[in-house]
C-alpha cells in the first residue's frame, strides 16, 4: 500500500464547475499537508499549504484536512481554463522530514 | 527574496554518456536540497537529499549520484545514461522546517 493515494484522473470539467480533488493517506505522524499545481513542462508550485485538521480559504481554492479519516481534499470554486494542470497532493510528518507526494491529478477545464 | 535555478531546460544524451545537472539556490543559506525525478504520467520519485554542504542522502540505488560541493548548489550526475534514465528532473529547495518545498523550472532529459 502507498503511503499517499490519489486518484490520477484525468477529470475533465465544465468552466465555472467546482472541482474536487482528494488524496488519502495511511500514515497517522503526518502534519503537514499541501497542494502544488504543475503545468505541462513546468515545476511544481506550491499553491495551499495546512498544518493538521481544519479547512483553509485562498480565494477561489478550500483545502480540507480530516486526520481522523486520513483525507485530504481541495475545492475549486469557479473553475478556469487557466486552471487546467496536474495537483499533487504532499504531506509531511514535519521537522525536515520528506515530503511524500501523491501521483497527481490531472485536471482539464474546458470552456 | 529566494531563487533556485536549474539548468539545462531540456537535454538529449546518447546511451552510454556522461551526465550532469546543476541546481543553485540565492538568497537563503544552509537550505535543505533535493532531487527528484517525474516519469512521463507518474508522481515525483525523491533520488537524493542533503541538508549541508557534502552531506549526501540517496532514497533509489540507481545509475545516478548527486554532490554538493557549496551551500546553494546540488549537482545530479552520471557516468554513463541509461535508456531508463529519462524523465523530468526537478530541483528543490526548504529551510522551514516545516516541509513545504519550493521547485525548480526542471530539466527535461531523454536518452537515446
Known amino acids: 500500500q502507498k503511503e499517499v493515494e490519489q486518484d490520477p484522473g484525468p477529470l475533465s470539467v465544465p468552466e465555472g464547475a467546482i472541482v474536487s480533488l482528494n488524496c488519502t493517506y495511511s500514515?497517522?505522524?503526518?502534519?503537514?499537508f499541501m497542494w502544488y499545481r504543475q503545468y505541462s513542462r513546468k515545476g511544481p508550485e506550491l499553491l495551499m499549504y495546512?498544518?493538521?485538521?481544519g479547512n483553509k480559504e485562498d480565494g477561489r481554492f478550500t483545502a480540507q484536512v480530516d486526520k481522523s479519516s486520513k483525507y485530504i481534499s481541495l475545492f475549486i470554486r469557479d473553475s478556469q481554463p487557466s486552471d487546467s494542470a496536474t495537483y499533487l497532493c504532499?504531506?509531511?510528518?514535519?521537522?525536515?522530514?520528506?515530503?511524500?507526494f501523491g501521483a497527481g491529478t490531472r485536471l482539464a477545464v474546458h470552456p | 527574496s529566494q531563487t533556485i535555478h536549474q539548468w539545462p531546460a531540456t537535454l538529449v544524451q546518447p546511451v552510454g554518456s556522461p551526465l550532469s545537472l546543476e541546481c543553485t539556490v540565492e538568497g537563503t543559506s544552509n537550505p535543505n536540497l533535493y532531487w527528484y525525478r517525474q516519469a512521463a504520467g507518474r508522481g515525483l520519485q525523491l533520488l537524493f537529499y542533503s541538508v549541508g554542504i557534502g552531506q549526501i542522502s540517496s532514497e533509489v540505488p540507481q545509475n545516478l549520484s548527486a554532490s554538493r560541493p557549496q551551500d546553494r548548489q546540488f549537482i545530479l550526475s552520471s557516468k554513463k545514461l541509461l535508456l531508463s534514465d529519462s524523465g523530468f528532473y526537478l530541483c528543490?529547495?526548504?529551510?522551514?522546517?516545516?516541509?513545504?518545498?519550493?521547485f525548480g523550472s526542471g530539466t527535461r532529459l531523454t536518452v537515446v
Open positions: 495546512t498544518y493538521s485538521s
Open positions: 500514515n497517522s505522524a503526518f502534519q503537514y
Open positions: 528543490a529547495w526548504t529551510n522551514t522546517g516545516e516541509g513545504g518545498y519550493t
Open positions: 504532499a504531506m509531511s510528518t514535519g521537522g525536515y522530514n520528506k515530503l511524500i
